[in-house]
Every structure is written in C-alpha cells, then in structure tokens.
C-alpha cells in the first residue's frame, strides 16, 4: 500500500526556520517526482515545490524561492523541506504528494500533513 | 503566478447535474493540457479526481467528467450524491514549470 506520511511541523516564531520530512513507503520512492502543497486554515491549495525522482530538477513557487529548499534521499525513502526565514502567511498544513507520472503535474497520494504555525 | 478563477460556491440537488469553470490564462490552462481536479471533504486529504483534462483515475465514478476550451476548463458532476457534498480544486501546469490551484469551489448538495 502507498503510503506517505509528513513530520516535523510545529509552532515557530517569524524568521525562524523548520524542516518537514515525508516518508514514503509501498512504492518505488526513487523513480517519482515528489512535490509539497500546503494550505492555510480555511483557504485553498497551494503549490510549493517539486523535485525530480533523481533530485536533478527543483521547481519552487514565486512565494517560497529563496526561503525553501526542497531535497530527498531515494535510499532512504525520504523527502525534505527545509523552511527559513519564516513569515506568519506560511502559516499551513504542509502535504507530501507522489506526482503520478505522466506529462502533467498529478498529486496521486498525499499524506494526512502537517501543520505549521508561524507566530510571535 | 495568480491562481486559477472558480466559483465560490455551487449547488445542485440529489440527481442534478452541475458544473464549475476554472479560468486561467494562455500560460496555464490554455496552454497545456495538463489540468487536473481534485475533491476535499472537510477535514480530509485532496483526492485526484481528473487529469491529462479528461482522464478519471482508477476508482473514480464516470459521474465526474471534465473538459476545456481555451483558457476555461470545466468539471461536470452528474446525478448528484450527497457524498459530493466537498471542496473542489482545479490545477494546470504553468509555463514556468509550476504548478497552480484554482481557490477551490464548495459544493453543497441541497
């Protein structure tokens, strides 16, 4: 069974920093892309990142670049985000999501996710 | 890179059919076929429910079908169920290798 599973959120203070991980079981981990969507309380989804299965490409929205750093390991079945210079609107549940593969951009097993409070 | 235009809010009765627009730009939607829609019930994880525009993943009930014509896709939900009752997201690929949601439609089954 797929399954993906997101840790490392938590409450921290504007300007610090946070890394989330997602581990990944009951599929190939290194033959997908991986990608982190998150959403605020009560809004929509956003897009944060992308990485290739090798880790070569990384793609990032215009609101984290510069500040968020994504990253994996294939041999240990992981995928990070690495989150600096925190701000009160990146305040989010934070998903992990296996890309389906294919041409587009598909999200086809998230995790339950996990929440990150940025507050003074 | 601006999110993609849904309605707020639409609403159907039991056995109804509706439908909601996602708009983008000639970057995004109508740019690529690559839109995709997803279904959230409150308090529960995005499930994929379209991609590649019109394809329905294994387990998805042919009730959910979809379309685009230029910068406009469209998601159909026939014989509406009360287990539709849920938020609605559209995505694109953009041409700045990115990806970008729709703000989300609520669906409420009357």
């Known amino acids: 069974e797929v399954q993906v599973a997101e840790s490392g959120g938590g409450l921290v203070k504007p300007g610090g920093s946070l890394r989330l991980s997602c581990a990944a079981s009951?599929?190939?981990?290194?033959?997908?892309?991986m990608n982190w969507v998150r959403q605020a309380p009560g809004k929509g989804l956003e897009w944060v990142s992308c990485?290739?299965?090798?880790?070569?490409?990384?793609y990032y929205a215009d609101s984290v670049k510069g500040r968020f750093t994504i990253s994996r390991d294939n041999a240990k079945n992981s995928l990070y985000l690495q989150m600096n210079n925190l701000r009160a609107e990146d305040t989010a549940v934070y998903y992990c999501?296996?890309?389906?593969?294919?041409?587009?951009?598909?999200?086809?097993?998230w995790g339950q996710g996990t929440l990150v409070t940025v507050s003074s | 890179q601006s999110a993609l235009t849904q309605p707020a809010s639409v609403s159907g009765s039991p056995g109804q059919s509706i439908t909601i627009s996602c708009t983008g730009t000639?970057?995004?939607?109508?740019?690529?076929?690559?839109v995709s829609w997803y279904q959230q019930h409150p308090g529960k994880v995005p499930k994929l429910l379209i991609y590649?525009?019109?394809n329905r993943p294994s387990g998805v009930s042919n009730r959910f079908s979809a379309s685009k014509s230029g910068n406009t896709a469209s998601l159909t939900i026939s014989g509406l169920q009360a287990e539709d009752e849920a938020d609605y997201y559209c995505?694109?690929?953009?041409?700045?290798?990115?990806?970008?949601f729709g703000g989300g439609t609520k669906l409420t089954v009357l």
């Open positions: 590649d525009v019109t």
């Open positions: 999501a296996r890309d389906m593969s294919g041409s587009g951009w598909y999200f086809d097993y």
């Open positions: 995505s694109s690929y953009t041409s700045s290798n990115t990806e970008v």
């Open positions: 009951g599929f190939t981990f290194s033959t997908y892309d």
């Open positions: 990485i290739s299965s090798s880790g070569r490409y990384i």
């Open positions: 000639s970057s995004d939607v109508g740019a690529y076929n690559y």
